[in-house]
């Protein structure tokens, strides 16, 4: 109770800090990074559960998440537990966030992409003072932007302007609304010879924008993520989601194999249950067999179990209590010896 009243998270701080430090601690990224925000969908009561109606499940606790583009590790994150009381005065939220996430990263050259939440002048210029360059698109309300950005230009038209050392390219992919991206990288734009003329930093953008979002898609896709009311369990099934991925992630960097993800993921949940069984297998415990059911000749009488079935009718009784049982709520397991189990 003492942890709960100064952190918010206490449930699951230790769990989650020790898989990010194993996550940091086991890869070395490329020079491309992303950081976006991952909502993990739960409707567990807790007292951070956030609300957002452009994500398809709408509920659940967001985390913040760095990762990387190409292979889409997962790096460093944390999760927004609301105001932050250590974020020092006049610093925005996602130029905190930025800086928190990509710090074990930076004075190595890296890159960090970012979208409009996070993009801002500040931001380019303490990455820049970290030898860390920033891509990301701006949003129209920040006030760094100058009043040309605001105006209609000809159709697939770019305007470049510079400061310092970021560039700012405005374009017209739309009849009524452009893109401003802002970046740290480039400091001369390319635009290419096709028919829409995209410059080259919202081609890089574009590249390079998707890796948290892509990461969360895989981590849905294979998930072992089950029905709980205790948001600590919906932490620690998205912990085990993002730790698969991680996992095969350096399979393949160490071993130069190509798995599949769900071959791996198979591979994997038999290694961690081998010890497991070799246990049972080593101890004095006595086996339980499974005893074949007996047919009745005559007529079918109505299943008397009715665990998994609407009232079905079978021939088969049960070998213990002798009832009626039908082929939905019979026990179907495989029968093996503990040597073949493993």
Request: charged share 25%.
């Amino acid at each position: 109770m003492v942890r709960l009243s100064t952190d918010k998270f206490a449930l699951a701080t230790d769990v989650w800090q020790w898989f990010v430090a194993n996550s940091i601690r086991c890869y070395r990224p490329s020079d491309n990074l992303t950081v976006d925000e991952q909502l993990f969908p739960t409707k567990a009561r807790c007292r951070f559960t956030q609300y957002m109606a452009n994500k398809p499940d709408k509920f659940g606790i967001k985390f913040w998440v760095v990762a990387e583009v190409t292979t889409k590790y997962f790096l460093n994150g944390f999760p927004y537990l609301g105001k932050d009381e250590a974020r020092p005065p006049g610093q925005r939220l996602g130029e905190s966030v930025v800086l928190k996430l990509v710090e074990p990263f930076m004075d190595k050259g890296r890159n960090v992409t970012v979208d409009n939440f996070f993009t801002s002048l500040s931001l380019a210029n303490s990455l820049l003072r970290r030898n860390t360059s920033l891509v990301g698109t701006m949003n129209a309300a920040r006030r760094e932007l100058p009043p040309s950005a605001h105006q209609r230009a000809e159709l697939f038209s770019s305007r470049v302007l510079k400061h310092d050392r970021t560039t700012l390219t405005i374009y017209q992919g739309k009849a009524k609304k452009n893109v401003c991206v802002l970046s740290s990288l480039h400091q001369t734009v390319a635009v290419e010879s096709d028919r829409k003329k995209k410059p080259e930093t919202v081609c890089f953008y574009n590249k390079s924008k998707c890796g948290v979002d892509t990461l969360d898609q895989m981590a849905r896709k294979y998930t072992v993520k089950g029905a709980t009311r205790r948001w600590p369990l919906a932490v620690f099934y998205n912990i085990l989601d993002l730790a698969a991925i991680n996992a095969w992630v350096l399979f393949q960097q160490c071993t130069g194999t190509n798995i599949p993800r769900r071959a791996f993921i198979l591979e994997l949940a038999k290694e961690l249950r081998r010890d497991v069984l070799r246990a049972k297998a080593s101890s004095n415990a006595p086996e339980l067999r499974l005893l074949p059911h007996p047919q009745v000749p005559g007529n079918r009488r109505q299943c008397q179990i009715n665990r998994h079935c609407k009232k079905n009718r079978t021939t088969t009784i049960c070998c213990g209590c002798q009832k009626p049982v039908c082929g939905k709520c019979v026990a179907k397991t495989e029968s093996r010896c503990p040597a073949c189990a493993l």
